[in-house]
């Protein structure tokens, strides 16, 4: 766990990070009515950059859509996204890599269960990256809670309600001993973590549940996936059963929280050799410059970076 930074916006102000507070009657809190993204930003002395900016906005947008919170798309351009961004992380000096949660909340007072031009509060705060999984090789567990489906309360939208499915799933992995846990859908096949996209590798071939697989179209698991074809490493995004992970050569997870982190156990079975593998290791290294904003290879390069 983190503590934020003590500067935070809020409304149309940065206050103190006590300063922030919703009031018990909105829909945020009623609800769960809010949807958000977390954004990496590298700190580097003096210079502070922040890692696809553009496409944590876009997707912000799209959870908005998807859920009918009309306001935001009215009221912030990237524009100002980015400008807040700028002030925001300024203010707090940060003196090592931060993460930035950026979120929508529709604070109208009791107004029932709807959405459609329902006031919105924009927050933004600051915290330590600090990862949430281990990054040495973790141990996962296949969740007896499903994945919630696209017909339900979609997972490509990042709303805050959604995530008592992850902590659902979560909590049972931890108590049982593991890491984290793996969401299945309704037929058995793998979406993805609580708070991360899922990889294998089966020779040289690196596979993830395609994008209407019920998960979050996660922006390291793009980023993975450009790396790993300019690599030359032949990629799929297909229906993934849980038993061609544990027959996997290496498995590994992806997500900003999370970052490029191999996987070496699942439901007991020892993945690969039990040790975290070269592709993974391979693809770590080249998301870690990616984030930095070096170019290791024809993808990654400055147009994924803003200097803030
Ligand atoms: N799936 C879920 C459910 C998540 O919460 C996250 C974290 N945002 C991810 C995947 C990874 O997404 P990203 O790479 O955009 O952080």
């Keep these: ?46 210079r502070r950059t922040a890692f696809r900016l553009a496409d944590h906005y876009q997707r912000l947008l799209e959870s908005c859509k998807i859920i009918g919170i009309d306001r935001f798309a009215q009221e912030w351009t990237f ?45 933004m705060f600051v915290y330590d990256a600090v990862p949430i999984v281990p990054q040495d090789g973790m141990r996962l567990k296949t969740s007896q809670w499903r994945r919630i489906p696209d017909g339900a309360i979609p997972s490509r939208a990042k709303v805050n309600g959604a995530y008592v499915n992850s902590v ?28 991360a996209n899922i990889f294998l590798v089966r020779g ?39 038993t061609e992970l544990y027959i996997a050569d290496e498995v590994f997870v992806t997500g900003t929280s ?18 975290p593998g070269p592709v993974a290791a391979r693809l770590r290294e080249l998301h870690a410059a990616a984030l930095r904003g070096e170019s290791t290879s024809r993808v990654g390069a400055a147009d994924w970076i803003t200097e803030l």
Excluded: W
């Design 168 to 195: 659902l799933a979560k909590q049972d992995a931890i108590d049982a001993g593991y890491d984290d846990a793996i969401f299945l859908d309704g037929a058995g096949h793998v979406c993805e973590l609580s708070a």
């Design 79 to 123: 524009e100002r996204f980015e400008a807040l961004a700028r002030i925001l992380v300024a203010e707090n000096a940060p003196e090592t890599d931060v993460f930035v949660r950026v979120s929508v909340h529709v604070d109208e007072l009791v107004p029932g269960t709807r959405v459609r031009g329902l006031p919105v509060t924009v927050s």
């Design 1 to 46: 766990m983190a503590d934020p930074y003590p500067r935070v916006f809020f409304g149309d102000q940065i206050v103190d990070v006590d300063q922030a507070r919703l009031s018990v009657a909105t829909s945020a809190v009623l609800y769960g009515l809010s949807v958000y993204t977390v954004f990496p930003v590298q700190v580097d002395g003096e």
């Design 258 to 275: 999370a970052g490029v982190a191999p996987v070496v156990e699942v439901d007991g079975r020892v993945i690969g050799d039990g040790e």
């Design 204 to 242: 040289d071939t690196v596979i993830t549940p395609d994008v209407a697989s019920d998960i979050l179209d996660g922006i390291n698991r793009r980023t993975v996936l450009a790396l790993a074809e300019a690599e030359g490493l032949p990629v799929a995004e297909r229906a993934v059963d849980l």
